[in-house]
């Protein structure tokens, strides 16, 4: 029997090679069909981005910001990561007084863009005197202050939040480490000197107007309640009528304490202050024992401690608290007055003499410092004063950042 061999039919092997090269066909076909698509839509979308930028150009050249603003928030849309687009975006929000849209912006730009530090700036001033947000304010430039240790405006700006506010803890912290860089504002050493009476006579109202954007901000809660304990009953009618608690009052700051705020440094020692001037030894216990481990780095909790142990009779241990106190601030007068008095006691009476003497001095120039309308309004004779205050209470380093910042002043008067 014979067969028949069908000439036309490939071997597998030939078969499988054909089947492929026409799947490789097929697949770059499919590819180059994807790669023109892609090709097309990133052009029609670079293409958009152009259009935005250019019509945002215009319209900000025109002064149309209305139309400026439309652009580059389409701009922005498009190309998120453009910090050019934030920063045009963000103009035309500022022209258009869209404060909560500027800031929204300006927060957009890279940390690593050459106007980072311009456009946060802008943001904190923003929300300081516009928005009245004064909690994410402080949150910009406690960041700029991390990342840009010598610019004197971020310390003058939290300066300002945090004596306003009663943050003494913190300001006294951003001050000493403004002077090691030398980058100190010429209002430091006022600051540093007057920590314990730091007050505002515009404090209740700056804080009351802060307070309605950030109601839960504690250290704006904590500071206008002590303002409008301290204030006149005529400032407090003026600003929230008859029906506001009587100025004087510290039964809103117990309150606080109680309810909210237990362990907030600023309304512990406020009592405390009150204890003391009453001479209430239990009550000044009971709030002490409200410190945490790290208010031990105040100096205020070692005066406490200092007066405590005056009260129950152990003067060494007394004036072993009250000099731990002088060493985290040694231009508290009120804590050479009564490591004097407890001197005295003890019949030290040259180490007496020499912390009274001091107490005396640091008292008087406290008080004409604090009547002046403005700290830069000191006079040439006070601001030697307070020189010769800070060099003898032992601040060496303070005292010669100090003589030096006024021979720049002398030479620089503006």
Wanted: hydrophobic share 40%; aromatic share 10%.
């Amino acid at each position: 029997m014979s067969s028949k061999t069908n000439i036309n039919q490939q071997p597998p092997a030939q078969v499988k090679s054909s089947n492929f090269r026409k799947l490789v066909i097929f697949l770059l076909a499919g590819l180059s069909v994807s790669l023109v698509g892609i090709g097309l839509y990133v052009a029609y979308f670079n293409s958009a981005i152009n259009e935005a930028k250019i019509e945002a150009n215009l319209a900000e050249r025109n002064g149309d910001w209305e139309k400026a603003l439309l652009w580059a928030t389409k701009w922005t849309e498009l190309n998120p990561v453009n910090a050019d687009a934030w920063l045009q975006r963000a103009n035309a929000a500022k022209q258009l007084s869209k404060w909560e849209e500027l800031v929204r912006c300006l927060e957009q730009v890279p940390a690593d863009h050459e106007k980072f530090f311009e456009a946060n700036a802008l943001a904190a001033d923003t929300l300081i005197g516009e928005l009245y947000n004064v909690e994410d304010a402080e949150r910009i430039l406690t960041k700029l202050n991390e990342l840009f240790p010598n610019k004197p405006y971020v310390v003058q700006r939290l300066t300002y939040l945090y004596s306003m506010t009663q943050q003494r803890t913190k300001l006294s912290k951003l001050l000493l480490e403004a002077i090691e860089l030398q980058v100190e504002p010429r209002e430091t050493y006022f600051y540093l000197f007057s920590l314990r009476e730091l007050f505002f006579t515009n404090g209740l109202l700056k804080t009351t107007i802060w307070e309605q954007t950030t109601p839960e901000f504690e250290p704006l809660v904590v500071s206008k309640a002590i303002y409008l304990a301290r204030a006149n009953p005529t400032e407090a009618s003026n600003l929230f009528g008859d029906d506001q608690e009587v100025p004087g009052d510290v039964s809103q700051l117990k309150k606080l304490l109680e309810n909210r705020y237990p362990h907030n440094e600023e309304l512990i020692c406020y009592l405390i202050e009150l204890g003391i001037d009453d001479g209430n030894v239990e009550e000044v216990k009971k709030l002490t024992s409200r410190f945490r481990s790290e208010h031990h780095q105040m100096s205020r909790y070692w005066r406490y401690q200092g007066w405590l142990a005056d009260n129950e009779g152990d003067l060494r241990k007394s004036i072993d608290f009250y000099q731990s106190a002088l060493k985290i601030d040694p231009l508290d007068w009120s804590t050479h007055l009564e490591i004097g008095n407890v001197y005295r006691t003890a019949g030290q009476l040259p180490q007496a003499e020499l912390e009274l003497e001091i107490a005396i001095r640091g008292k008087q120039l406290s008080r004409d410092l604090m009547k002046l309308p403005s700290i830069y309004e000191a006079s040439e004779e006070q601001s030697f004063a307070l020189l010769k205050y800070i060099e003898d209470c032992g601040a060496t380093v303070m005292a010669a950042a100090y003589r030096k910042r006024m021979e720049t002043l002398s030479k620089n008067p503006g």
